[in-house]
């Protein structure tokens, strides 16, 4: 007779001092699996099953409130939106769930700010005061950069090296802005030269007010830090509203804002549904612009709701960016640059060079080496080193299937890795022989799913780049320089990459066209979405204008 028993020991029997504080329960059939390496493995192979659960002790999510006016508060109706970490699909904890009734006091705090003091104290301070708040931001940013990177990992998935990266541009931004806001002082009451000597022109540039920040789940500080750096630094006072998914981070900016002494109301952060918090925020009389990113369908009704104020609004949607590879290139240089396009902060970027062309006379061998590279990317809890593939933000998309459904053929990926039994994870995943027709070719997926096409000539991949709703980005790998002007002329996007994917810096402008959106953020151009232009005209001869005859009787 066979007995069955629950073997239960402690974890550092697996000889690794990380899990000395944990233990587990083992079922065992038969006396003779009661060896020491037979216990052994099969801790192994729990350890693997349940993830490193180390990496996640003592990494506290704290608990705040909405941020308004300067203090934290509890949100009106008390309501809260559970954190699932992505990884472990454990609750970590919760954040306020804002509605109108807040979204009102949060605007009415920036709007205090914007006036207080007859707009001295912020508004008109000048940039070089602003700057000073800029620079305290950034460094207290760079102090608490691993804190900041774990949280941001635990909230989102985003692998730890990435998120760590994020933070030293988070810090590098608010650094460069707050050079921006004082060279500001600079451009004020600049000269014009004007065609009739008897007048003289100078331009004012003015914070355009109370603006509405409506951020996405991908980048959660970071594209944030993208809108709330150039917004305080034109003077601007703010409302920024974090996607439900990921806000962990964007309450932490609040309270360093608070800890540096950031004058109460000019960052004003509440978190919610977007329906509840978003929405009333967009439509809201006291604010003067809105700035949003995320998905076109949302930034449609943003628009809608905006425009029925004559408000303006910046909008940063979706995109299916296409990546052209023509046969000149380096295989193995272009295939690392395309799989970077495709699966960096686990496929989840509204840039995503996620359509990838294919030159025909490479095509086979580039697939090949694209398919061995893909399958060796380490997916794991994205706490772990070298970790390069987290899980998604949330369940969900279904597109692989169908795909798969419609013809399509999986080269690699396509499925949960066989090592990750919880967690919202998916294998990079690339597909071959995709077709113009295909879902998977015109919509955009959000997660590490590439999607292949060939071509014959030129013209051809750039027709296949250029038939899309979507406008963001493109990617054209070459070591012909005359061909990478043409295709980077031709492609009708806001960004071209040339011999590379996905870099971003905050000097450079960012935004597309079509339905990708309009308006500029990062760079000068970042800094104009969050100013008034006023041209101050002076009549300085001495001489009457003389337009009318002057009545003899006057």
């Given at each position: 007779m066979v007995a069955s028993l629950l073997l239960r020991l402690p974890l550092s029997s697996c000889s690794h001092p990380r899990y000395s504080r944990f233990s587990c329960t083992i079922p065992v059939s038969g006396p003779s699996l009661l060896t020491p390496g037979r216990v052994g493995e099969r801790i192994r192979a729990l350890v693997v099953q349940f993830g490193d659960m180390g990496l996640h002790a003592g990494v506290d999510v704290?608990?705040?409130?909405?941020?308004?006016?300067?203090?934290?508060?509890?949100?009106?109706?008390?309501?809260?939106?559970?954190?699932?970490?992505?990884?472990?699909?454990?609750?970590?904890?919760?954040?306020?769930?804002?509605t109108s009734e807040d979204v009102d006091a949060a605007v009415k705090a920036a709007k205090e700010a914007f006036y207080r003091n007859k707009g001295k104290d912020w508004a008109k301070a000048g940039g070089k005061h602003r700057a000073t708040f800029l620079r305290a931001i950034a460094k207290r940013v760079a102090e608490r950069k691993s804190e900041l990177a774990k949280l941001?990992?635990?909230?989102?998935?985003?692998?730890?090296?990435?998120?760590?990266?994020?933070?030293?541009?988070?810090?590098?931004?608010?650094?460069?802005?707050?050079?921006?806001?004082?060279?500001?002082?600079?451009?004020?009451?600049?000269?014009?030269?004007?065609?009739?000597?008897?007048?003289?022109c100078n331009i004012l540039r003015e914070a355009i007010g109370v603006v509405g920040l409506i951020t996405p789940w991908n980048y959660p500080m970071l594209m944030a830090t993208w809108k709330v750096a150039a917004a305080l630094a034109a003077g601007c006072t703010a409302i920024l509203k974090p996607s439900e998914l990921a806000s962990v981070?964007?309450?932490e900016l609040a309270g360093i804002a608070k800890d540096v002494g950031l004058p109460r109301g000019v960052l004003n952060v509440v978190t919610g549904y977007g329906h509840e918090a978003g929405a009333p925020l967009a439509s809201h009389s006291g604010v003067d612009k809105i700035a949003f990113t995320g998905s076109t369908a949302t930034g449609r009704s943003v628009m809608s709701a905006a425009s029925q104020l004559i408000k303006p609004v910046t909008l940063e949607l979706g995109g299916k960016s296409p990546i052209i590879v023509f046969d000149d290139a380096d295989v193995e240089k272009a295939v690392e640059w395309?799989?970077?396009?495709?699966?960096?902060?686990?496929?989840?970027?509204c840039s995503a060079t996620s359509r990838l062309l294919l030159q025909e006379g490479i095509a086979d061998?580039?697939?090949k080496k694209l398919g061995i590279w893909a399958s060796s990317i380490k997916v794991s809890d994205p706490l772990e080193k070298d970790c390069r593939l987290g899980p998604l933000v949330s369940e969900g998309q279904k597109f692989v299937k169908v795909a798969l459904d419609e013809g399509a053929t999986l080269v690699c990926g396509g499925k949960r890795p066989d090592h990750l039994t919880t967690g919202y994870f998916l294998a990079p995943t690339v597909l071959s022989n995709v077709k113009p027709h295909m879902q998977i070719w015109t919509d955009e997926v959000f997660g590490p799913v590439l999607a292949v096409s060939t071509f014959k000539t030129e013209e051809e991949a750039l027709a296949l780049?250029?038939?899309?709703?979507?406008?963001?980005?493109?990617?054209?790998?070459?070591?012909?320089?005359?061909?990478c002007k043409r295709v980077s002329e031709a492609l009708e996007v806001g960004i071209v990459?040339?011999?590379?994917?996905?870099?971003?810096?905050?000097?450079?402008?960012?935004?597309?066209?079509?339905?990708?959106?309009?308006?500029?953020e990062l760079g000068e151009w970042g800094l104009e979405n969050y100013l008034s232009v006023k041209q101050l005209t002076r009549y300085i001869s001495t001489d009457d204008w003389g337009w009318y005859p002057k009545p003899s009787k006057l």
């Open positions: 704290p608990r705040r409130g909405l941020f308004i006016d300067g203090e934290w508060v509890d949100p009106v109706l008390g309501k809260r939106i559970p954190i699932v970490n992505p990884t472990t699909e454990e609750t970590v904890g919760d954040i306020p769930a804002a941001e990992s635990i909230d989102c998935g985003k692998p730890i090296d990435e998120a760590e990266w994020d933070m030293d541009d988070v810090s590098g931004c608010f650094e460069y802005y707050a050079d921006l806001a004082e060279k500001l002082d600079e451009r004020q009451y600049a000269p014009l030269e004007l065609p009739m000597e008897q007048f003289k981070t964007c309450l395309a799989m970077f396009g495709a699966f960096w902060t686990n496929g989840q970027i061998e580039f697939l780049a250029n038939d899309t709703q979507y406008g963001l980005a493109g990617a054209v790998i070459s070591k012909d320089d005359d061909r990459w040339i011999n590379c994917s996905q870099p971003c810096f905050c000097q450079a402008p960012w935004g597309g066209n079509k339905r990708s959106g309009f308006g500029r």
